[in-house]
């Protein structure tokens, strides 16, 4: 037996049921989602008001949520290898901590620095402990692998349901108690995680001998394995650009909504309404992740996103418009993630899934990095996004090229 080995459950007598322990973890890891993703999802509410209030320019908050986007990419393979060796649930308490320091950091001391600080590396690293990219390969392990599709869509659809809670409580924390109100407001939320996380995967039992996670120390050597391999390459591409799209989208489309002349409310709902779309639409991607090839499904989500972004661009600025394509970018939102976690996992096993999903995810986090950061760029330059939605519909058709060039797994992966 390998010291400090970790082993796996035992498979349930039906590959299709999903015991009652499953059903516990695959609700905690929702909610811990839900709690993580939906927070960062109000960011680009504080784009004008922290303005007005402190004098914090745009691209002051755009590099703190740029900066963000690639803390947790780089914090996502190291919080991936130790929730596989230790348990996503103490991995993700320990987030929560981080997540909440970073939104009080801003809140007690207004400013450039402390928002950098705070938003930008404390909350990066709060989400990568926390989110889907840790608690799913939990969720994975708990489930039976013909289930595994649904529950990680399951899973997935936590932070749709945590969009559309925060968007509306981070709004009305700013119009009734200002930004510092409303960020110690989301700060509280991060409380919750203290009856969430013991639910996930708090003590992992032993693995069989050769079976063992990687963990921290052997994470160089399995990135390099798997990013050697032409098709995980392809998909950690691919990866790139859903965060570049959905990372320009959540910070900016509420301010370019009002430089477009709409009320400032239509970005709080678009948002809102992207998040209860996707409850359902998580689901359902994970689902047709168990009878298609998912990166067949990653390509035709990447291709129905870029669709989506250049009508919007072209057609006129309306609020009716701009509520349809909430609806449907929302539908396909976080449906990247349960694909992606089962792509890999199909290639690859799920005992080191939270770390190759780190290793991908990083690429996702770069994108978005890029997307946040060059759209405040862009927006203080000239005042306007225009020259910014052609670049989106580039790096979303590279998306979809790079996706289905992919061959099928040689083999399916069981636990």
Known sequence: ??????????APASTHFMPAAAWIVVLAAS?????????????????????????????????????????????????????????????????????????????LFPGVWSLVLGIGVLTGIGVACAGSGTVLGAVARAVPE??????????????????????????????????SGALMMLAATMALLVLVAPRMEWAPATYRVGAAPAGLAGLPVLARRALSQRDFALLTLGFFACGFQLAFLTTHLPAHLSLCGLSPSLGVTALMLVGLFNIPGSWLCGRIGNVIRPEVALGAI??????????????????????????????????????????????????????????????????????????????DAAGS???????????????????????PALRTAAA
């Open 385 to 407: 996004y225009a020259a910014f939605w052609p670049v989106m519909l580039v790096v979303g058709l590279a998306a979809v090229g790079s996706n289905w060039l992919t061959r």
């Open 146 to 179: 013909a289930r595994r599709g649904d529950a990680l869509g399951l899973a997935s659809a936590g932070g749709s349901v945590g969009q559309a809670a925060m968007v509306p409580l981070a709004q009305w924390g700013i119009g009734d108690f200002g930004t």
């Open 302 to 379: 990447y291709l129905a996103r870029t669709v989506a972004i250049a009508i919007f661009a072209v057609m006129p600025p309306t609020a009716t418009g701009t509520l349809i394509f909430a609806a449907v970018m929302g539908f396909i939102w976080l449906g990247t993630i349960p694909l992606t976690s089962a792509a890999i996992a199909r290639r690859f096993g799920v005992v080191d899934l939270g770390a190759l999903y780190g290793v991908c995810f990083l690429s996702h986090q770069i994108g978005g990095f890029l997307g946040a950061g060059a759209g405040a760029i862009v927006v």
């Open 31 to 107: 909610a811990s989602v839900s709690l993580a993703l939906g927070v960062r999802q109000t960011y680009g509410l504080f784009l004008l008001p922290l303005g007005s209030e402190h004098g914090i320019s745009a691209t002051a908050l755009g590099a703190a949520v740029a900066i963000h986007n690639l803390m947790w990419g780089l914090w996502q393979p190291f919080a991936g290898a130790m929730a596989d060796r230790l348990g996503a649930g103490r991995v993700a308490l320990v987030g929560g901590g981080f997540y909440a320091a970073g939104l009080l950091l801003p809140a």
């Open 1 to 10: 037996m390998t010291p400090g080995a970790v082993p796996l459950p035992a």
